[in-house]
């Protein structure tokens, strides 16, 4: 699996975008997530979390300018942001429903886990209270986050019901992370849930598109 990040910028009425270009310091107009052009800034993940949730300014030379990270009262995120969007160059995985539920029966109740998938497809947990979540460009979907021994650990494996709303919910989730290419997506509520089998059959089309 090969992945890259580019970098757009969205204005508040998401009505013009921006792409920086790889000299990091032109940006072009684009369609926000478009597919990658030549001259488009190709980064890591690392590279892409520094440039990531900036606010920006229009300039007529460069196209945007930085302003600086959002301060304490941007939390409405008015203006003009960027935005780290993620483009496969390889086909991209599926998740492993045996692996989601391994992963749910080995988390310790009491903590505040964060479950979600990473750029591979894996399910992984965080500890919210000590792990960073906002920005943090190694989720691509995530859940709620849950203590209780009803959401996780071994009794919650065995609720059934629950984890099948669980896994379709990581399911759309996921599609919708493979569309967008946008990352932290959160998983879909229950009340709009498909079935399993829709799921797997958009994901498996997106994959070979």
């Known amino acids: 699996m090969k992945t890259v990040f580019s970098i757009d910028a969205l ?7 921006w792409r920086l270009q790889s000299d990091m310091q032109h940006w072009r107009s684009c369609t926000y997530a478009e597919a990658l052009l030549v001259n488009d800034a190709r980064l890591s ?10 606010r920006m300014q229009p300039d007529e030379k ?14 409405l995120m008015r203006g003009i942001f960027t935005h780290a969007i993620m483009h496969r160059l390889t086909p991209p995985p599926t998740p492993s429903r045996e692996q989601m539920l391994d992963t749910i ?6 903590t505040p886990w964060l479950l979600y998938l ?7 947990t965080l ?5 960073r979540i906002i920005g943090n460009l190694a989720i691509a979907v995530r859940g709620e986050i ?9 009794a919650a494996v065995s609720n059934e019901p629950l984890m099948d709303r669980t896994w ?37 089309k997106q994959a070979s598109e």
């Open 11 to 17: 204005d508040a009425s998401a009505s013009h975008a």
């Open 45 to 54: 993940a690392p590279e892409a979390e520094k440039i990531n949730g900036h």
């Open 62 to 75: 460069l196209g945007l300018v930085m302003r600086g990270k959002p301060g304490i009262f941007d939390f």
């Open 105 to 110: 029966a080995a988390l310790t109740p009491g």
């Open 118 to 124: 990473d750029q591979g497809a894996h399910f992984r």
């Open 127 to 131: 500890d919210s209270s000590r792990e």
């Open 146 to 154: 849950a203590s209780s021994a009803a959401y996780v650990g071994p």
């Open 168 to 204: 379709r919910q990581f399911l759309g989730g996921w599609l919708e992370h493979l569309q967008s290419r946008k990352m932290g997506i959160f998983v879909p509520d229950v009340e709009k849930l498909k079935n399993e089998a829709d799921y797997l059959a958009m994901i498996l």
